[in-house]
């Protein structure tokens, strides 16, 4: 047998089947078995450490079938040694496993798949042509037939004989032949699409049982690729190797000059509609959800997927379509509206994909606002990262400076120092959420909310859509009250430590040969901003967890009208309505969809009893002249800029391009500082410094995306600084 070995393909009966072509030119297959043994049995009366008991693992293996793999002609005898160019051709064996999905509804046979190439030789008489030759094999079961005669032989000598079993073969099937060399073929989509790449760069998806190209079968109705509805690759290089990446939707290859290039599936046919009735966009959706999809299930990375969806980012639902689609499919679960604790949300890996992928759709740089379902899901995946902070930091073990103990997270001054920021940010989006609701730009449509008016909860969607007012989606949704609560609750518990740390560092006296029960000045002074921020809220964390259970209890009165039961009351009812149906109600509030009809009474109540409760524990007015621009939205400060004036009157927009927010510590990064030397949240930065700088903003959850910004802006003003001081 030569290097030209097939690799290994998995049986239910927990074997495999190994392929493998050998220099006598016969293409064979065999069962490959592992017999453990068993240990040497012990006396009782000494019994041994089953860890010591040794296996001795032996690899039986039993030829199946085998065939010649040389197009069906004879072995060429007067070869002894059987060195015949043909066998330097076999560039490429393999064995695919039985799929279930094949035409008809039957099940496919175990398939080899042989690949010979050939290049011209020079020294060769003929002309030939650079070409590649593509074989397949299936391997059939087919169970021996007896002459009845001998069942009756067997019979009169009084013998149970036994019926043979299936003999299996190799049986060839249709291939095709190619004017290109194959450089590398991989099994995708369960291994019912067959990706053959060619050294000139192109790439070929074909049908595993037909090898026809996938193209030219299916439709828009019904397809298993997105190569199928109109997705191509942009443009050819010759390659010498290459790679698909785990979304199958892109490859990477390697040119004759060394240097690597990325290659993606493009869109080339036009437009493709705008909404799910559109057959083509309709289509698309269900493309890029199988392949979504297929790589959440199998924790794969789908950024080549994001940057084709990307494309259709501009039409005006893509993103929430794309996410539905995928929701529904994994049947994604962000009904928590029954929920009293919050841990199993913040554990829930489908929210944070989800999130990651409205996140990622609708993001349109620092610069630019966010689509409306971006600016839900970013500040979701905020404060989900804000939850997770805060929780590590309470439970977390650090080392002291000299490395002779360990503290809690809660006792290092670094620690608290950093979630600072976080704080801030909390309790600026607390502000927020109720300032946007509380100055709307156009009262109107929400006092007709609040008086309950016929057709007032559709108006109140266009215009909430028009004005990217994500504030009331945010309260609604089970999932980001969720975050919320856990958020208040972790906030309070952080200002009563920072209270009891400063009544600590306040007690200097203690008792004769003890030590004063204090703590270090710079804990305190970490602690002292806490504090500081905490009592200066403007609207209470108390008050507000108060008023987000409001908003819990009267979504759950309104679902209980409705009779949308919870998930626990439909449990062990088959075809039950409620779950997913009050599960299709959360995941279009989560993903920025309108505003469903069920909850009109609970936004009526919300907007009639429990603001203005809310209104008058408060100072409004510090709501409207209070800066959000520590949030990061280039559209935080609601109406353009309101309550600035003078110096104050720089846009959020304009502030983004200048200041990056840390995304751990939450404050400004300017150039020329450092995040651990701009203490001051309000910091102003003047040195020259580097003109490179770090940016972590969140582009998904738990910051797995980076990107290093050039802030250009900064880097002339810097020069024209420089031409000045020169020049005098």
Known sequence: MTRHTAGLTWRPDNTLFLAFATTAKKLSIARVAIKWGSPAANPPDRPVNPALNAVTPTIIIRLLSDTNWMDGSASDASDPFHLSPSMAALSHLSILSPSPDGPGGRPTAPTVITIRSHLPNSLSQYNQDTHSLINRWELSEASATVHPAFEQLSARRNSTGSKPGPSPSLKKQEGFTSNKVVIWMEAICFERIICFAYSDGSVEYRDRTSLAELFTQGGEDKFSHITQIGFTYNGYEPSLVGAMSPTHLSVVQKGCDGKIKWNPLVYNMGNIGTSLQDTQYAAVIAGFNMACSTAIMNSSNHDDLMAAASKFKHLPSFAFDLVSEVSKTLKFNVDYSEESHHDSLIRNPSIQLSLSIQNALGYNGDAHKRTFESKIAWISLQLRNCVVLITMAMNIRVPTQDQSKKVLGLEDSEVIRLLAGSVRWCLDLMSWLIDCLLHPEDPEVFEAVAKGEDGSIPLLSAHLLATNNIALHVLLSSATRGFLTGICRRLVHLDYTARKAMSAAQSVSAPPGQSAPLISNSLRASYTAIATLTSGSIVPINRFEVFVA???????????????????????????????????????????????????????????????????????????????????????????????????????????????????????????????????????????????????????????????????????????HAIDARTG
């Open 550 to 720: 409001r908003i819990a209890e009267v979504v759950k009165e309104a679902y209980t009208t409705a009779k949308f039961p919870s998930q626990q009351q439909t449990q062990g009812v088959p075809g039950g309505p409620g779950e997913s149906s009050r599960n299709g109600i959360e995941q279009g509030v989560l993903f920025g969809g309108p505003l469903p009809d069920v909850m009109a009474p609970a936004i009526s109540r919300i907007f009639s009893e429990e603001l203005p409760k809310l209104r008058a524990e408060i100072d409004p007015s510090r709501l409207f002249f209070h800066d959000f621009s520590i949030l990061g939205l280039p559209d935080s400060n609601t109406s353009a800029g309101k309550g600035s004036t003078g110096d104050n009157a720089t846009s959020n927009s304009s502030y983004r391009v200048n200041h990056t927010i840390d995304i751990f510590s939450r404050v400004p990064i300017q150039l020329g500082m450092e995040p651990e030397e701009s203490q001051g949240l309000d910091a102003r930065g003047s040195r020259p410094g580097k003109r490179w700088r770090r940016c972590v903003s969140v582009l998904g959850g738990d910051g797995q995306y980076y990107r290093i910004q050039y802030n250009a802006i900064n880097v002339i003003r810097e020069l024209a």
